[in-house]
């Protein structure tokens, strides 16, 4: 084959694949906010992927893994495209036959996502249709050799032209489609209820105001978010439903008119994920503003037998919580604010949970809609299916937020800060070593409660040369952190935080 043949067969393949996947999204964007084929087969790769597949691009990709999964998705479909031309002008009509395997990937993975329903099928199906027709036609108009019947230059480009262009075009008005904006304004619009039962004011002895520290409570912009949404729900107060169902005497569903006409309670509470590393920053602490879950569960009347409340996103994300975290008189809340405002949209807007001393994948469902009552034995969480922990109090830690990092201090008085929690037990102590000094206590900030995070100073008489610090918590009730480091999976990181500092020569600062 001919050198220019080659080149239009693979840009030809491009083409139809572009216009392939741009139709799919438009078709979608008709059909529902979650019909996206793209979407549909990236969360699918997502949740069959292996535990360690996870972890990797956790670590390499850090928040970052979701746009780096668009991209490879992209990639792939990329790659694919240009097989796909050059095989269709090679042996049609064996590109077809790619474009209609990868259609039904698509197809397979758009019907077996958790809010599929049967339109679904449409957006993959049009857009294999698409792709494939402008394949066959763009693959023969490849063919340079005057025998063969192809275009000219000048009409083949005109007609790729005319292909990117329509395609261009179809991913913009699916894009004006999607967002549904009106959320975003409902949000915007939407006034919190006064709580009945109101935080307690945070003492200033409990939130230090040092340079470097983390702050006591953490702004929503800068709050970690860990989710499997490829795409943030976008669900509107007036759709949401709680229905409560199970091992209950009575079934029950809420709608947001009712959750407001229940009491407001409003709390402090540091929120952790199971996935963070020691000295990580996958903790947050916020005011909550919720509804008791308890108070729910006792307008249904829970059978004796049950032990396990199963929580249900409306993308079909699921946690497996004890009922005993929820009824023992902890503040595990049905959430609705954060910080004085509704939930973001990414925080779970809007309607999460927060149930204090447990980790978020076993308790801190987010655009929760669904909760059956039911057994530890019964039923299985969507990380509990992947080999995560069934039950997951969250473990001591306790973390250097200063100095900096291989950051060079004048020698004397540097004021090493840090961060502790133990949720729902509480912080009795932390203590620093310097290199294989002593254990020397910190000075711990004003407990907020057991259910928030504690900060803590230490004041560190700093020699010249190159040391290493280490902290340890002892939580609530007497037990030292373990030194012994643990991965995060299958039930949380143990070991101590370590930290290098360099101290100049010279005169103290
Ligand atoms: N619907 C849904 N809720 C979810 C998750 C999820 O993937 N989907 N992830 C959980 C995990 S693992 C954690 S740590 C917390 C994080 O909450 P945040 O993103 O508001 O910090 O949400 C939990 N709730
Ligand atoms: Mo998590």
């Known amino acids: 084959m001919r050198a220019e043949t080659e080149l239009r067969a693979a840009l030809a393949g491009v083409l139809a694949v572009a216009a392939g996947v741009a139709t799919g999204e438009l078709v979608a964007a008709v ?28 670590d390499t990709f850090g928040t970052a893994d979701k746009p780096a999964l668009m991209v490879g998705v992209g990639a792939a479909l990329l790659l694919l495209a240009v097989v796909a031309g050059i095989v269709q002008v090679r ?47 763009l693959c023969a108009g ?71 520290a983390t702050a006591f409570v953490t702004d929503n912009a800068d709050f970690y978010r860990i989710d499997t949404a490829l795409q943030v729900p976008r669900l509107s107060n007036r759709d949401w439903r709680l229905r409560v169902h199970g091992m209950v005497d ?46 729910i569960l006792d307008r249904v009347g829970v059978s004796d037998d049950a032990d396990m409340l199963l929580s249900t996103s409306v993308d079909g994300w699921t946690s497996g919580t004890p009922l005993a975290a ?12 954060m910080n004085g405002e509704p ?37 299985q969480a969507y990380w509990t299916e992947r080999g995560w922990g069934v039950r997951a109090p969250i473990k001591t830690a306790s973390r250097i937020d200063r100095p900096a990092p291989l950051s060079t201090q004048p020698a004397g008085r540097v004021l090493v800060a840090g961060t502790a929690w133990a949720q729902h037990r509480g912080i009795s102590a932390v203590e620093v070593r310097v290199d294989d000094g002593p254990w020397r206590p910190a000075q711990l900030a004003e407990q907020y409660s057991i259910d928030t995070w504690r900060q803590w100073t230490f004041d560190w008489d700093a020699a010249p040369g190159q040391h290493t610090l280490y902290c340890r918590a002892t939580d609530g009730a007497g037990r030292v952190q373990p030194e012994q480091r643990v991965a995060p999976i299958p039930d949380g990181a143990t070991g101590w935080h370590s930290r290098v500092i360099r101290v100049a020569d010279g005169q103290s600062g």
């Open 31 to 58: 059909v529902s906010p979650y019909a996206s084929p793209y979407q549909a087969v990236a969360a699918f790769l997502v949740d069959q992927a292996p535990a360690f597949a996870r972890e990797w691009a956790i």
């Open 326 to 337: 929820v009824t023992d008189g902890r503040d595990a809340l049905l959430v609705i604010g």
């Open 250 to 295: 009575d079934e029950l569903t809420l709608d947001w008119d009712d959750l407001l006409a229940m009491t407001m309670t409003e709390r402090v509470i540091t929120l952790t994920c199971v996935s963070n590393e020691v000295g990580g920053d996958l903790a947050g602490n916020a005011r909550w503003l919720g509804v008791p879950m308890r108070d």
């Open 142 to 212: 490849s063919r340079t050799a005057p025998s063969e019947g192809g275009w000219n230059r000048r009409q083949f480009l005109t007609a790729a032209a005319l292909v990117g262009a329509a395609s261009a075009a179809s991913t913009l008005v699916a894009r004006q489609l999607s967002r549904a904006g009106d959320v975003l304004a409902e949000r915007r619009r939407l006034v919190l209820p006064a709580p009945a039962s109101p935080a307690e004011p945070i003492p200033a002895g409990a939130t230090l105001q040092i340079e470097g």
């Open 91 to 137: 042996r049609p009509p064996w590109g077809v036959a790619v474009v209609a395997v990868f259609a039904g990937f698509g197809i397979v993975a758009a019907l077996t996502r958790p809010t599929s329903e049967a339109s679904f099928l449409l957006p993959p199906l049009t857009a294999g249709i698409v792709a494939g027709v402008v394949l066959v036609v």
């Open 343 to 379: 939930l973001p949209l990414e925080h779970g807007y809007p309607v999460r949970q927060v149930v204090p001393g447990l980790y978020g994948y076993v308790s801190a469902c987010k655009w929760v809609t669904d909760w059956e009552i039911t057994r530890f034995d019964r039923a």
